[in-house]
Every structure is written in structure tokens, then in C-alpha cells.
């Protein structure tokens, strides 16, 4: 089984910055598609940003430029650095991993069907 566990959100004011961290435990693998979704209240689940194992990433337009996804993969932890941020930004930001994808397989924001999914860390951003 895999494990995946958020921190790193908290309550900011808009143009400040956030960092969020998953980390992976149980049975991970090398080869990974990984990536950070959110949620506000009464919107639907929307990809923010992919990471795979080559190093290639896609972003949803809103985050280009302000957002940056990274991943460790000696400390197994996936990062969202978070600047600039807008009260637009305010949602629960879940982590989500596919370790069984390999170079030409279907890594982009818009993937939503991953085995694996973390609790979340909420991020709220005041004006």
C-alpha cells in the first residue's frame, strides 16, 4: 500500500507564499506521475499541477507563473511551491500519485483517475 500525507498549508495573505510537501511511503516506485489537485467549497476538484518521473510538468493556466511543482525523490516528497498567491487559491490541496507510469504515458493537470490520494491541507488566502 501507499501512503501519502499533505502539510504545509495555512492561512496567508494574497501575494504571500506557501510551500506543501507529500510524503510517499509504502510501496513507491522510481517511475512516478504525481500531482497536486484542489477543491474549493461547492466547485469541483480541478488538477493544479503534474510532475513525472523524466521531470516534465503541466500546469492549469490560473497557477503558470506563480506556481512551481518539484519532487525529492530521496526524501519521497512531492512540493508545491505556492507565490503570489490569490484569495482565488483558497481550497483544499490534495496530493496524488500513479507509480506505475512509465515514458509515454498520459502524465498532464487534466489526469484525474490516480490510485492514490492524500487527505489534503487547506490553504486559505485573505485579501
Known amino acids: 500500500q501507499v501512503q501519502l500525507v499533505e502539510s504545509g498549508g495555512g492561512s496567508v495573505q494574497a501575494g504571500g507564499s506557501l510551500r506543501l510537501s507529500c510524503a510517499a511511503s509504502?510501496?513507491?516506485?522510481?517511475?512516478?506521475?504525481m500531482g497536486w489537485f484542489r477543491q474549493a467549497p461547492g466547485k469541483e476538484r480541478e488538477g493544479v499541477a503534474v510532475?513525472?518521473?523524466?521531470?516534465?510538468?503541466s500546469y492549469t493556466d490560473s497557477v503558470k507563473g506563480r506556481f512551481t511543482i518539484s519532487q525529492d525523490n530521496a526524501k519521497s516528497t512531492l512540493y508545491l511551491q505556492m507565490n503570489r498567491l490569490k484569495p482565488e487559491d483558497t481550497a483544499m490541496y490534495s496530493c496524488a500519485a500513479d507509480f506505475t507510469w512509465s515514458s509515454g504515458d498520459y502524465c498532464y493537470y487534466l489526469r484525474d483517475d490516480f490510485p492514490y490520494w492524500g487527505q489534503g491541507t487547506q490553504v486559505t488566502v485573505s485579501s
Open positions: 509504502g510501496n513507491t516506485y522510481s517511475n512516478y506521475c
Open positions: 510532475i513525472a518521473t523524466d521531470g516534465s510538468t
